[in-house]
């Protein structure tokens, strides 16, 4: 239970995170680190709170009528969404926030329109509606209110799934495994993985199962040379090459010295040999023309605005505009662009998002098709059934959160003609 110093203390992070200059999880975790005398206990309470206000933040703060006092948001959340009684927090507050804490119950949220009350921006809210519909819009902005729990994948390099459920329910309860992903298994949020043995020698990663599923799409085979073109923190290229048995070569492509050093770091735990990790300069780096036309496979999972993904990262929801699609929708193009240059004659280009949204979809695919006539579309529904995957979308990878219980996920897989 929240204690006033603990309400402060969420009052306080809440000051650091609603710049949304920085990742919540970052500032989050830096503040931790900055007042080590919070047991796991509190930082769990407090988490819960923050992430909490984050996704239900417009709602919170039209029913606060827009004061933009931080320690009126965490009750705001413990009254309206918590469902906790003013007597509960009685000894936590004083006679004026009492007061205030009272008039919350009296005021009317049933006037609010869909987006304040789902907590999005009216520009995403005019997007999901055209795009899905009303009703299903409706559907959609509930389940990004709902906390996602944490996704796991078995490295079958190192352990089997059966053996892995078995020696992770000594310390964890209500362990499932995944519907799609035959490597996936699924634990309770919160659930601290950092020091248990399993994760520290590579035996689990945590990967949202639409990541897992679309390792799958991929469709590598033994031997094959692989390009993972945005491969940002490498968890899809640790996956396909464990789904390549340790065969072939997977080269991992990212812009940023951090993140390819980060994978170095669990590449050397994975037991994997056939992944080689290398920093680029930008998509168009020299070091790329001397492999044109020579990968079997190149993955380019582009920068999106990450729609799909509210569930684990609330803080998105806040940080685009309906402009910033515009240059992300140049940037895709832009990437697709030049990763098809590496893909050889009969080879695939696959395209991914962790977005639900068409423009940064379909409508891309479009576009690339048009220009490219030496590509074609494969249906992914045909990959995964090859792949004895049970889930069908049509003719491409098209998940939600509330039909499938994973992130929002999109995926299109081209092959080169000539």
Not at 108 to 127: G, I, N, R, Y
Not at 186 to 200: D, Y
């Amino acid at each position: 239970m929240l204690t006033l110093n603990l309400i402060q203390h969420c009052a306080n992070i809440l000051g650091e995170i609603l710049d949304f200059l920085g990742p919540a999880d970052v500032k989050l975790s830096n503040y931790f680190r900055e007042h080590g005398e919070l047991g796991q206990k509190d930082r769990a309470e407090i988490a819960e709170c923050i992430y909490g206000i984050i996704r239900r933040l417009r709602f919170l703060k039209k029913i606060n009528e827009d004061d933009n006092n931080y320690k009126k948001l965490v009750i705001a959340w413990l009254i309206k969404i918590e469902g906790r009684s003013i007597r509960d927090l009685e000894h936590t507050l004083s006679k004026e926030e009492i007061e205030w804490a009272k008039s919350l119950k009296s005021r009317d949220a049933e006037k609010f329109t869909w987006p304040e009350k789902l907590s999005l921006p009216d520009w995403l809210w005019d997007l999901l509606v055209e795009q899905y519909g009303e009703d299903e819009a409706i559907i959609l902005g509930r389940s990004f209110l709902e906390p996602a729990k944490l996704d796991i994948r078995v490295n079958t390099i190192k352990i089997s799934r059966n053996e892995l459920i078995k020696m992770l329910s000594r310390d964890v309860t209500d362990i499932e495994t995944m519907t799609y992903s035959p490597n996936g298994i699924r634990i309770p949020r919160g659930t601290s993985l950092s020091r248990n043995p399993l994760f520290v020698d590579g035996k689990i990663e945590v990967q949202d199962e639409s990541s897992q599923i679309l390792s799958f799409v991929v469709d590598a085979k033994r031997g094959m040379m692989v390009a993972d073109f945005c491969a940002g923190a490498g968890g899809k290229s640790l996956a396909i090459g464990a789904i390549m048995k340790n065969t072939g070569r997977i080269y991992a492509y990212d812009i940023s010295e951090k993140r390819i050093v980060n994978l170095g770091k669990r590449l050397k735990k994975s037991g994997l040999s056939n992944l080689f990790a290398q920093k680029i300069k930008n998509e168009k780096d020299a070091k790329l023309k001397k492999l044109y036309g020579k990968f079997d496979r190149v993955l380019a999972d582009v920068p999106c605005s990450g729609t799909g993904t509210f569930r684990r990262n609330p803080d998105l929801k806040w940080k685009n505009s309906i402009q910033d699609l515009d240059e992300l929708n140049a940037k895709q193009l832009a990437i697709l662009e030049e990763a098809k240059k590496l893909v050889k004659k009969e080879g695939r280009l696959i395209y991914s998002t962790c977005s639900l949204l068409r423009r940064e979809n379909e409508l891309i695919v479009e576009t690339f098709l048009k220009n490219n006539e030496n590509f074609k579309s494969i249906s992914t529904d045909d990959i995964l059934i090859k792949n004895q995957i049970p889930l069908s979308t049509g003719n491409f990878l098209k998940l939600t959160p509330n039909n499938h219980k994973t992130d929002g996920f999109f995926a299109a897989v081209f092959e080169r003609k000539d």
